[in-house]
């Protein structure tokens, strides 16, 4: 193929675009990643993509994140059927008096699950929904607040699925010696600008000293008025997760609640943090907790744990179709075209914040909050070194990056099981997240321009 140039960027505008007028993402990554195997493979578009699509499917991580999703919406539709979920909202709300008391203890349920986003997307959605729906707080709010303590609360706690991935990075890349990974994380976590100024802010809105803004103006103001709280397009995604309903005759205890969270936690970090691992564990011990107790009849049971993996069949269909666009913007060559194009403007006090801004753009077009940074971090590390740049600082700023499109992306993982979990689309969840990350960007960039010439 002859040198693009900027029609490297045509599949992923395509896809934006797309999204924005039809708000289906399925169907507009889908289009956008044909575009790209057009121009990649001409004629053979049809074989490219499916070669694509299976190389997509047989990828370690891909497998992982469908088992990891798929069997986390089992473990809540056991907690939904046996009426636990019910039971954690019943006590919770003694200790609730308002809108904003409910919000706050959201967030603060988000800071304690820092072991992993997909962990707090998921099961803070899905606990805090009907305690929400009480005090008339839009499902889009919720959304906003349950992802703005995912990705950037375990982006920078050093116990967390993140920091030993990027730690892994930081030593394959010769940032740091053998076995000083970790440690090497946690010297950027104070520069992860972007992380701290999304977990901040939340506070902030929920207290009214940042306002409703947009999108998520319209939204408080129809919860607020009407008592809808659910979005009128997300009808089928309130269907999917009412799908599962506690069963009738079933006292609720929010024992099992406890076992199932503590449990997953507990043994996600004695695994060494993977999180997989803590679910076979945690859905093993709630299964036969359920079932010792008579609370449901084992074929109940194993009913339930298959009803609630289909629960996650749509937003797993956007995540696999956001992997196969990622698997043609790395054929085009699109993230090392973007860095060349903007390294002529580089200097060793712009890296860190031209890095951020460039690298937190990729991210949110490409939905890929990892697996872009594997093949961008030896190039960063390079330029740091080059320009004699803070190495710390800029890693940082990188990681930040990450994380600014996990939170902001409509299609990246986080997103779309926030979304899922918290009953909005995908879409609805975005737009009215984008003012608050776009803030929260801004504070970042400064942030680094400061840094850098400090």
Same mark, same amino acid.
């Given at each position: 193929m002859a040198d693009p140039g900027a029609t490297i960027l045509l599949p992923t505008l395509i896809v934006l675009i797309l999204a924005v007028v039809t708000h289906r993402p399925i169907e507009s990554l889908v289009i956008g990643s044909l575009v790209g195997m057009g121009m990649v493979h001409g004629t053979g578009l049809i074989a490219g993509f499916a070669d694509a699509s299976l190389r997509? +499917? $047989?990828?370690?991580?891909?497998?992982? @994140?469908?088992? @990891?999703?798929?069997? $986390?919406? !089992?473990l809540i539709a056991l907690l939904v059927r046996t009426g636990a979920t019910r039971?954690?909202?019943?006590? +919770?709300?003694?200790?609730?008096? !308002?809108?904003? !008391?409910?919000?706050?203890?959201?967030?603060? #349920?988000?800071?304690t699950m820092f072991v992993d986003d997909y962990l707090n997307s998921l099961a803070v959605g899905s606990a805090m929904r009907n305690l929400t729906d009480k005090y008339k707080v839009s499902r889009e709010m919720l959304a906003y607040v349950v992802d703005s303590t995912a990705a950037p609360v375990s982006v920078i706690i050093p116990l967390s699925t993140w920091a030993v991935f990027f730690g892994g990075l930081l030593v394959a890349n010769g940032v740091a010696p053998e076995g000083e990974g970790i440690s090497t994380y946690i010297k950027a976590i104070p520069y992860m600008l972007y992380a701290w100024a999304a977990v901040l802010l939340v506070p902030l809105t929920i207290s009214g000293v940042v306002p409703a803004v947009g999108a998520m103006r319209k939204?408080?103001?129809?919860? !607020?008025?009407?008592?809808?709280?659910?979005p009128p397009d997300a009808e089928h995604i309130?269907?999917?997760?009412?799908?599962?309903?506690?069963?009738?005759? @079933?006292t609720p205890h929010v024992s099992v609640f406890v076992l199932a969270m503590l449990s997953l936690i507990v043994f996600t970090l004695y695994f060494d943090l993977d999180f997989l691992r803590g679910i076979y564990v945690s859905l093993g011990a709630t299964a036969i907790y359920i079932i010792g107790s008579r609370t449901l009849a084992m074929h109940d049971t194993f009913d339930t744990v298959i009803d609630g993996f289909k629960t996650m069949i749509e937003p797993l269909g956007v995540l696999v179709a956001a992997?196969? #666009?990622?698997?043609?913007?790395?054929?085009?060559? +699109?993230?090392?075209?973007?860095?060349?194009?903007i390294q002529p403007y580089m200097s060793a006090e712009t890296l860190p914040a031209i890095i951020f801004v460039t690298m937190a753009l990729v991210s949110f077009a490409t939905g890929s909050n990892w697996g872009v940074f594997v093949i961008v971090l030896p190039i960063v590390v390079a330029l740091a070194s080059n320009l004699q740049a803070d190495m710390i600082l800029t890693i940082g700023a990188t990681l930040s990056a990450s994380t600014f499109g996990s939170h902001a992306c409509f299609y990246s993982d986080a997103t779309v099981l926030t979304a899922q979990a918290s009953g909005c689309t995908s879409f609805q969840h975005a737009i009215t997240q984008i003012p608050y990350a776009s803030i929260a960007a801004v504070i970042a960039v400064i942030g680094y321009l400061l840094l850098g010439y400090s």
């Open positions: 997509v +499917m $047989m990828d370690e991580t891909v497998a992982w @994140v469908i088992l @990891v999703c798929g069997f $986390m919406g !089992s039971a954690f909202t019943d006590t +919770m709300t003694r200790y609730v008096r !308002s809108r904003k !008391s409910a919000l706050f203890l959201t967030w603060f #349920l988000g800071l939204a408080e103001q129809r919860a !607020s008025q009407t008592g809808q709280t659910v309130e269907q999917a997760n009412q799908s599962v309903q506690p069963k009738e005759g @079933v992997f196969i #666009l990622k698997d043609v913007n790395d054929q085009l060559g +699109m993230t090392p075209y973007v860095i060349q194009t």
